[in-house]
T-cell receptor, first 116, second 112 residues
């Protein structure tokens, strides 16, 4: 299957700082990327959908100014958590869809963000 | 062993036995369904998918069954192994809709 690489896998940051998470499709061009947030023992909650070269579409209740998404190329999308606070601590996961597998979405390894 | 998804979020099965994980979906317009396996601290891993024009699809040790009449999806895992212990999520996608909607998940524990 296709490979999606997410980096970093773990990050600890101080409250008030910003953190950038990268999501790369390694062997296909991702026309669409998705960002999810997952709380412990819960399901994945879609935060936003981004298409290459256009603005991301955010789900209801997700602050677009706090969670900045950039999808500048067909292989890279980034999520920046701005002015992070402890309540932003969570597991963030990206997925990518594109190429021949235009229906199936492949997931990155996830990023565990801890804000102290 | 068998789970009812939302009502039984955990399922324990003896190693070597078969397991059935169930999922009820709500959108009758959904036309594509996927089962994912998620191990602790990792992203979801694709297991098997099925389109709405099918009612059964088999993979290696796994079978997905789709009953559109009652909007029910199940994942059967044959001859379970310790490595099958994980949380399993069903996901659905509607026709013309890019987004996947995930179910609540079922934790499967294989007892040695």
């Amino acid at each position: 299957g296709a490979v999606v690489s997410q980096h970093p896998s773990r990050v600890i940051c101080k409250s008030g700082t910003s953190v950038k998470i990268e999501c790369r499709s390694l062997d296909f061009q991702a026309t669409t990327m998705f960002w999810y947030r997952q709380f412990p023992k819960q399901s994945l909650m879609l935060m936003a959908t981004s298409n290459e070269g256009s603005k991301a579409t955010y789900e209801q209740g997700v602050e677009k100014d706090k969670f900045l998404i950039n999808h500048a190329s067909l292989t890279l999308s980034t999520l920046t958590v701005t002015s992070a606070h402890p309540e932003d601590s969570s597991f963030y996961i990206c997925s990518a869809r594109g190429g021949a597998m235009n229906t199936e979405a492949f997931f990155g390894q996830g990023t565990r963000l801890t804000v102290v | 062993g068998e789970s009812v998804g939302l009502h039984l979020p955990t399922l324990s099965v003896q190693e070597g036995d078969n397991s059935i994980i169930n999922c009820a979906y709500s959108n009758s317009a959904s036309d594509y369904f996927i089962w994912y396996k998620q191990e602790s601290g990792k992203g979801p891993q694709f297991i098997i998918d099925i389109r709405s024009n099918m009612d059964k699809r088999q993979g290696q040790r796994v079978t997905v069954l789709l009953n559109k009449t009652v909007k029910h999806l199940s994942l059967q895992i044959a001859a379970t192994q310790p490595g099958d212990s994980a949380v399993y999520f069903c996901a659905e996608k509607g026709s013309g809709n890019e987004k996947l909607t995930f179910g609540t998940g079922t934790r499967l524990t294989i007892i040695p």
